[in-house]
């Protein structure tokens, strides 16, 4: 028989595994809502996991590492810009490209950083919250990047329906070329969205590094990016969706991996593509509905701009 205290444990894991999907999938809808789809992810992930780490294991500053983490996935996203809203190469094939670039560079960059670990972040005590019967002692044990990744989904959810820099950037990505006609800088709304992308994917993996698991691995997102990616579309692009999708993966990813504790009788690879195959399958259900998912993708998603005056 499972205990209350095991249930919280696995609860608290897959909040937490769950955080750097939240951030990543969060830049990738703005990207998508501003009319764009960048599959490199996966490479911004991995190289905001590894100059955060080095900055994080460097200085011991996690506001410094997430910060630079950040950064670099902004600047590595910039590639992605120039080659779609400048020389007009295909989004997708420009994506992928993003994804091999950002995965080798990791890789090189971090040869320095193998093996090496650094103290992890410590859970944040809000006051009243710890106190609650049954969940006290859950939110007692989550760190401040799993509340901000919460708040950054309240915020995306608000900017996109409440205000006009929401309405420019759904504007932008359901008909260009009206939004064109009406003044707006397509280029430079979709250069921001394609900014902030990257930025929140290099949140994603300086997290992974710094707090999940706080140590470089090369490849370590293990195809987080690609999740990433699926999530903003079978969620339909809104938040609250996309973090439950998020928090689905991290729910059965604990549960492999406790499966695999228990000695379940399945091999070792089947227990390890599990999250993925399951979150895929749910979201799938979910999703069914073709021609809702046509209604709510932007009109102009992946469909390159050129301005004509």
């Not at 992974?208 to 969620?235: D, H």
């Not at 998020?246 to 990813?253: C, E, H, N, R």
């Amino acid at each position: 028989m499972i205990d209350g205290a095991l249930i919280v444990a696995m609860l608290v894991a897959a909040m937490r595994t769950a955080t750097p999907l939240i951030f990543a999938a969060l830049g990738e809808l703005i990207v998508e809502k501003a009319g764009c789809v960048n599959l490199g992810v996966e490479g911004m992930m991995l190289v905001g996991a590894v100059t955060g780490f080095a900055v994080g294991y460097t200085t011991g500053n996690f506001a410094l590492a997430f910060a630079v983490g950040a950064i670099a996935g902004a600047v590595l996203s910039m590639i992605y810009g120039v080659l779609v809203l400048h020389l007009h190469v295909n989004q997708y094939a420009a994506g992928l490209a993003l994804t091999i670039v950002g995965g080798g560079a990791s890789a090189f960059w971090g040869q320095a950083w193998q093996g090496l670990n650094m103290r992890g972040m410590g859970p944040l005590e809000i006051p009243g919250l710890s106190a609650l019967p049954t969940l006290g002692d859950l939110f007692s044990r989550l760190d401040a990047m799993v509340y901000l990744a919460l708040l950054a989904a309240a915020a995306i959810a608000y900017v996109l329906t409440r205000t006009r820099l929401g309405l420019i950037i759904r504007a932008v990505g359901e008909n260009h070329d009206s939004a064109h006609a009406l003044g707006v800088s397509v280029i430079g709304v979709r250069y921001g969205a394609i900014a902030f992308g990257g930025a929140m994917a290099g949140i994603g993996g300086a997290y992974l590094s710094c707090v999940m698991t706080p140590l470089w691995i090369e490849g370590m997102t293990a195809g987080r990016g690609w999740i990433a990616v699926a999530l903003v579309v079978f969620a339909t692009w809104r938040p609250a969706r996309l973090v439950l999708g998020a928090w689905l993966f991290g729910l059965v990813t604990i549960m492999q991996l406790h499966g695999q504790g228990f000695g379940l009788a399945v091999p070792s690879q089947i227990l390890a593509m599990l999250p993925y195959l399951v979150t895929i399958l749910v979201l799938v259900l979910i999703s069914r509905d073709a021609t809702r998912i046509r209604l709510n993708a932007p009109g102009s998603l992946g469909k390159p701009f050129q301005p004509t005056a």
